[in-house]
C-alpha cells in the first residue's frame, strides 16, 4: 500500500495551489467542463468525492442540492484551504486515504473523482470498495491522467513539432503498467500507469456497467484562451469513465 | 455507405492469403489466441461470424459443437476458399456485406467478428444491428486494430528505434476519428479510425453491457518464434472487446 501525499509537500502544494487559481489550466479548460457534462443530478442526493483537494466540486454538489457531499483527501493542506473556501452546512470533509472507503457506513448515489485514481495502486480493489458504498442505481464518475500520458516509464512521453506546430506524439511502456515516477513541480511523485483494458474492466469486474467514455478536446472557446490546447486532437490528456450500479 | 471489398483485388488477395499461410503471421501469434481464450462455449448455440473470410473461425465454432454457424463476408474470392477448405454440415456462408445483418430473420447466441470492424463506417449502427440479433444472455466478441494504431492520418504511425532495438512509438491524429487510407499489399485500403471512447460507447450505447477488453501481448512462445513482437509492450497492435446482452 502507498500513499501519496506529495500534495502535503510545501513545495509541490505552493505550485499546484497557485496552478489552480490560474484561468486557463488543463482543469478549468478541458477536465471540468467534460466532467459536468457528465454529472447526474445530485439534488436531494448523497455525494461521495474521493481526492476532494480544495473542495470546489464538494461546494458545487452542495449548491446543485445535494442532501449530503463527503470529500475525501489525505491531504491536510488541500483539506485546510477547502474548509476555508468551500464550507457548506451539507458538506462533510475527512482527513482519509480514499481507499479506506470501507470503513464508511453509508452509501452514496453519485462516487465521484477528478484526477486523483492515477495515484492509487490499488485500483482493481478500490473499484470494488466503490460498488460496497453506491446505492442501486448510484453513479461513478471518474476522471484521470490518459493511459497513452502515463505509459512512458520515464514520464518523457511528448508532442514532437514541427517549428511551433505539435505535429505527432511519441510513448512507450503501454502495455507495461506499474508505477511511474515523474517531476511535476517536485521530483519523485509517483502515479500508477493502467492501460485502457484495465481501467475498464477494473470498472466492469466490480460489478459496475460502463455507460460512457470520455478523451476530452477543448471547444473553440478553450481553443481561443489557450491556443496550444490543439494537441489535444494528437494525444487527449485525460480519461473519464462514467458507471452505473444496475 | 462504404464497401470495402479490396479482399475482391486480386493482388491484395494473392498478397494476403499468402500471409494468412505463414505460421508466424499477428493473426496466428496475438489476436488469435487472445480472442479465443475469450470465446464462450458454444456447444448447441448459434454463431454468426462477421467477416468470416477464409472460415477458419466458422469450422473451428462447427468443431466446437455449435448448432448452427453463419459466416459472412463480402468478398467472393474469400468465400470460394471458406466453402472449399472449411465447409461443414452446420456452417452457412452468406455474400453480404455484413452490415446487411439486419436484414437476417434469426437471432444468435455469440457474434463473432476478427479484425473486420475497422473497415465499417457504420460503427454505431452497426452495434446496434447487432443487439437486434441477439438473443438474451448472447456475447459479443470483437477484435479490431487498436486506435492508437488506426490513428494517424497518413498511414505512418510508427515505432522508433535505437539500432534493432524498438523504443518508442510516434502517432498522431488520434482525436481526429474518420476514414484512414492506407497502403497494405495494395494503396488505397480505406479503414475507419475511432478513438477508445467511441468504440466503447457505440457498444454501451447499443444496450450490451462491455464485460472485458483485452489489449493483447505476445507470450514467451510467440516471442521466441517471433523476437519483434516484444514491440507489442510499447504499443499494442488489436483491441478485443467482449460484451453481453443482458
Redesign the interface.
Known amino acids: 500500500m502507498y500513499d501519496q501525499n506529495v500534495y502535503d509537500d510545501e513545495k509541490f502544494f505552493n505550485g499546484y495551489f497557485a496552478l489552480r487559481q490560474t484561468k486557463d489550466n488543463y482543469n478549468v479548460l478541458i477536465e471540468q467542463p467534460a466532467m459536468s457534462k457528465l454529472i447526474c443530478a445530485v439534488k436531494d442526493k448523497c455525494v461521495l468525492d474521493l481526492g476532494c483537494g480544495f473542495g470546489d466540486n464538494c461546494a458545487q454538489f452542495a449548491r446543485m442540492g445535494a442532501k449530503r457531499v463527503v470529500g475525501i483527501d489525505i491531504s491536510e493542506k488541500m483539506l485546510s484551504v477547502a474548509k476555508k473556501e468551500n464550507s457548506h452546512e451539507t458538506v462533510q470533509y475527512v482527513h482519509s486515504r480514499f481507499e479506506n472507503i470501507d470503513t464508511l457506513n453509508e452509501k452514496f448515489d453519485l462516487v465521484y473523482s477528478s484526477l486523483a485514481f492515477h495515484y492509487t495502486d490499488e485500483f482493481d480493489v478500490l473499484m470494488k470498495k466503490i460498488y460496497a458504498v453506491m446505492n442501486e442505481g448510484a453513479t461513478l464518475l471518474f476522471s484521470q491522467e490518459h493511459p497513452?500520458a502515463t505509459a512512458?516509464i520515464d514520464g518523457n512521453g511528448h508532442y514532437?513539432y514541427d517549428g511551433d506546430e505539435p505535429?505527432?506524439?511519441?510513448?512507450?511502456?503501454?502495455?507495461?503498467s506499474g508505477k511511474r515516477t515523474v517531476e511535476w513541480f517536485v521530483k519523485g511523485v509517483q502515479k500508477y500507469h493502467r492501460?485502457?483494458?484495465q481501467v475498464?474492466?477494473a470498472v466492469?469486474q466490480a460489478g459496475l456497467?460502463?455507460?460512457?467514455?470520455?478523451?476530452p478536446?477543448p471547444d473553440e472557446r478553450a481553443l481561443s484562451i489557450r491556443p496550444s490546447l490543439r494537441k489535444?486532437?494528437?494525444?487527449?490528456s485525460f480519461l473519464i469513465v462514467k458507471a452505473v450500479k444496475k
Chains 1, 2 share one sequence.
Do not use: L, M
Open positions: 497513452i512512458t514532437n505535429v505527432s506524439y511519441t510513448f512507450s511502456h503501454y502495455n507495461k492501460t485502457f483494458a475498464i474492466n466492469a456497467t460502463v455507460t460512457q467514455v470520455v478523451e478536446t489535444e486532437f494528437i494525444k487527449p
